[in-house]
Nanobody, 127 residues
């Protein structure tokens, strides 16, 4: 079992920044990939970014490249999402997720691959 708890969401003006955190517990953190997804009202859950278990490999959705940065601290069992130059269309509930499955060179972009999810944190970007 893996428990995930997100924090750091809030209200920010367009162009601003937020840093989300996701604290993990229950299993050895360095043994699984981590991803961030988001879901806006009336829309499907959308991939944002993922990082491999060692942190050596990352995958970004095209619309987040250059604005969002994922990182992880395996000593603190925490993954971070630094979001800069935020836009109103970034407004959503952001979820972190853990993929405890077999190792691959790059982390997955597919929500169904992830087997543990946090409760989500709301990010609202005002125009």
């Amino acid at each position: 079992q893996v428990q995930l708890v997100e924090s750091g969401g809030g209200l920010v003006q367009a162009g601003g920044s937020l840093r989300l955190s996701c604290a993990a517990s229950g299993r050895t953190f360095s043994n699984y990939d981590m991803g961030w997804f988001r879901q806006a009202p009336g829309k499907e859950r959308e991939f944002v970014v993922a990082i491999s278990r060692s942190g050596a490999s990352t995958v970004y959705a095209d619309s987040m490249k250059g604005r969002f940065t994922i990182s992880r601290d395996n000593a603190k069992n925490t993954v971070y999402l630094q979001m800069n130059s935020l836009k109103p269309e970034d407004t959503a509930v952001y979820y972190c997720a853990a993929d405890t499955g077999p190792f691959f060179l790059t982390p997955s972009m597919t929500p169904s691959i992830y087997d543990y999810w946090g409760q989500g944190t709301q990010v609202t970007v005002s125009s």
